[in-house]
């Protein structure tokens, strides 16, 4: 909080304690003048008793009031108009901690909002990888907060999709997914997502169905889909790490729990 908004407050309770003095002060001073019997019977220390509590009464009841009426309801970002252009920070992926035995209806439950585009329940350090699209960044910084009203949800980290990078967009099916985390050293972020944008489907190994540059600890994020662990190792192995050299975190998809958004 800077001094402007400290001043601002300090005036605003100053306002309500004489504002509760003030109205204290008149509705006794109105008892004792139309009921002349309670000026005979009552002492003045009583009716400063009196008035004291009538003040702390009144300024309990104002500072309530206040503090309910400027706490705002949780935000609920408004869904993206399809075809509305983004803006940079509207699309992330979230990885998600949950408790346990959790993921698949939480996942279930975060696929059903605008925003969400899938949500799939995961092996390995998270739990839950949602993607997101939000339309700009104030709107995901709200989706954050409505997250944040999950008890079942004990952690999360963000990456933000970057915008001045081409992207292959995904297609969603119910068979093996999993999602690699791709670090590289010196900034190649570029040409490996053009030499993966070139990438044409191979049998042997996992196909790549999703690229696209995030902002964080990580450089590019892949989507992708396999038959079985052999296709996946090729990739991973022998694509990934070798022929990109880059660092890898794979964490594949729990088989039928992923949740599409139905648009």
Partial sequence: MDWKSSL??????????????????????????????????????????????????????????????????????????????????????????????????????????????YAAAVWGQWDIIIRVQTGNARSLIGFLRYLQGFREIKRTDTYIVRQDQSQTHVDATEEHWAFLLLRLSGQRADASLEKISRETKQTNRATIQHAVGILGQYDIILTVRYDGDEQLRILVMDYIQHDLQAETTTMPAIRNMVYKHNR
């Fill in 8 to 117: 601002k407050e300090t005036s605003r309770k100053w306002i309500v304690e004489v504002a509760a003095a003030i109205i204290s002060a008149a509705i006794l001073y109105g008892l004792r003048s139309f009921i002349p019997q309670l000026s005979e019977t009552l002492a003045i220390s009583t009716w400063i008793i009196l008035w004291v509590a009538v003040v702390i009464t009144l300024l309990i009841v104002t500072i309530f009031v206040q503090r309910h009426q400027s706490r705002s309801p949780a935000y609920i970002p408004p869904p993206v108009r399809p075809g509305a252009p983004r803006e940079e920070g509207g699309e992330a992926y979230i990885f998600l901690k949950v408790e346990p035995k959790e993921s698949a209806s939480v996942a279930q439950t975060l696929s059903r909002r605008d925003e969400v585009e």
